[in-house]
């Protein structure tokens, strides 16, 4: 028979919501909806190569971040973008 543990962690209410709407949407228990993320993640970070691997969350400085945010709003597509989005239809 399998032993089970119970852990416990801080997530944020955001993240909460998602976990709260999915498990009323499937009707999948959280503990068995997490056990589940969990080991697909932890598989995927053992497969993929480490430069593959994308954080759903980065953190830059204000400057960085205020620099990104005028590149965003000033930017123009380039025809090899405008191209790639048209083939994609």
Known sequence: ?????QISAIISKTTRDLLERHVRTTGVKKG???????LHH?????????EFI???????????????LKQMKS?????????LM???D
Request: aromatic share 2%; net charge positive; charged share 30%.
């Open 1 to 5: 028979m399998l032993k089970e543990t």
């Open 32 to 38: 068995r909806f997490l056990e589940q993320a969990l």
């Open 42 to 50: 932890m598989q995927a970070l053992d497969e993929l190569p480490t």
């Open 54 to 68: 994308v954080h759903p969350r980065i953190v830059v400085s204000r400057k960085t971040g205020e620099a990104i």
């Open 75 to 83: 930017g123009k597509p380039t025809s090899a973008l405008r191209d």
């Open 86 to 88: 048209r083939n994609g």
